[in-house]
């Protein structure tokens, strides 16, 4: 530090500065690294590898303590890995459910169905449409949504109906319309 003072009518005034040639250390440096110029400091890059826990969603950060930058004392700071997920092209995230859209006919409502829904982990599973189900209706399947990432029960996924309403000729739409009456 370096201290000055100053003679005013109204007293001595005595300020304290950070000495620019020992940036606070006590100590000068006579002969300067050429790799830091002194300073204590390089820069560098380096890969960290980064083990990305379950159940980890977009917007959470990451802290791996110690793999962040150094300072002149020799003490490493915090690395914070900030969490970016992009959307998946069949399912939609909430929370840790999963939401599929699996498009029928209004004829596998009208009539039943027995459908195959495609598992995020691979594979399918089928679901029983009954006759004259809803077209809103949702179906559960426990389980089979993202892992929590304080352990425990994975979340579920939800199948969501999407009805394809066809276009019809005319002999076909007398059809319908004499079933109607």
Do not use: W
């Not at 250390?25 to 890969?47: A, H, W, Y």
């Not at 914070?80 to 939401?99: A, G, M, Q, W, Y």
């Not at 691979?122 to 209706?137: C, L, M, N, P, S």
């Not at 994975?154 to 394809?164: A, I, Q, R, W």
Request: glycine fraction near 12%; charge should be negative; include cysteine.
């Amino acid at each position: 530090m370096r201290v000055s003072n100053q003679q005013t009518p109204m007293g001595v005034f005595q300020t304290q500065t950070p000495c620019h040639g020992c940036n606070q250390t006590g100590k000068r440096i006579v002969v300067k690294c050429t790799s830091c110029n002194g300073q204590g400091l390089s820069d560098f890059e380096d890969t960290v590898s980064v083990d990305i826990p379950k159940g980890v969603s977009g917007g959470m950060t990451l802290q791996m303590n110690g793999k962040g930058n150094s300072s002149v004392d020799g003490h490493f700071g915090d690395l914070l890995v900030h969490i970016n997920e992009e959307p998946h092209t069949s399912f939609k995230r909430v929370d840790n459910n999963l939401v599929f859209t699996k498009q029928i006919s209004v004829f596998d409502l009208l009539t039943g169905a027995e459908i195959e829904v495609d598992l995020l982990s691979g594979g399918t599973r089928k679901v029983k449409i009954d006759k004259g189900t809803k077209a809103t209706q949702v179906y559960e399947i426990k389980g089979f949504g993202l892992p929590s990432l304080h352990g425990g029960t994975n979340g579920h996924l939800y199948v969501e109906l999407d009805v394809n309403i066809p276009i019809l000729d005319d002999e076909k739409l007398n059809i319908i319309k004499s079933l109607k009456q």
